[in-house]
Nanobody, 120 residues
Framework: VQLVESGGGLVQPGGSLRLSCAAS????????MSWYRQAPGKERELVAR????????TYADSVKGRFFISRDNAKNTVYLQMNSPKPEDTAVYYC??????????????WGQGTQVTVSS
């Protein structure tokens, strides 16, 4: 099983960035997918979730209206479009796969993370 994030880097406040997470080794379309982030000295927190078919999404209040999660089951990839990022969005961003996309508990897999730095 592999989850490989990409697309991180340095972005200016008010810019945009798209993160990708490529999955392999499991039936991607059967798993709910999430993006989490962890800033230095802080706990890992949920950013966004998307159901197996993409019809249900959930966002943290701090990113609602700015970040958008999507998935392409044909490409086994989940995305996080980050619009108008703020310095407080600086963190390592991780993708996660959950076999149960109703309770979001049980078997899950994590990627290794990609650094996003928002700074002018």
């Amino acid at each position: 099983v592999q989850l490989v994030e990409s697309g991180g880097g340095l972005v200016q406040p008010g810019g945009s960035l798209r993160l990708s997470c490529a999955a392999s080794g499991f039936t991607f379309s059967s798993y709910g997918m999430s993006w989490y982030r962890q800033a230095p000295g802080k706990e890992r927190e949920l950013v966004a979730r998307i159901s197996t078919g993409g019809g249900r999404t959930t966002y943290a209040d701090s990113v609602k209206g700015r970040f958008f999660i999507s998935r392409d089951n044909a490409k086994n990839t989940v995305y996080l479009q980050m619009n108008s990022p703020k310095p407080e969005d600086t963190a390592v961003y991780y993708c996660k796969a959950d076999v149960d996309s109703v309770t979001w508990t049980g078997r899950s897999y994590w990627g290794q993370g990609t650094q996003v730095t928002v700074s002018s």
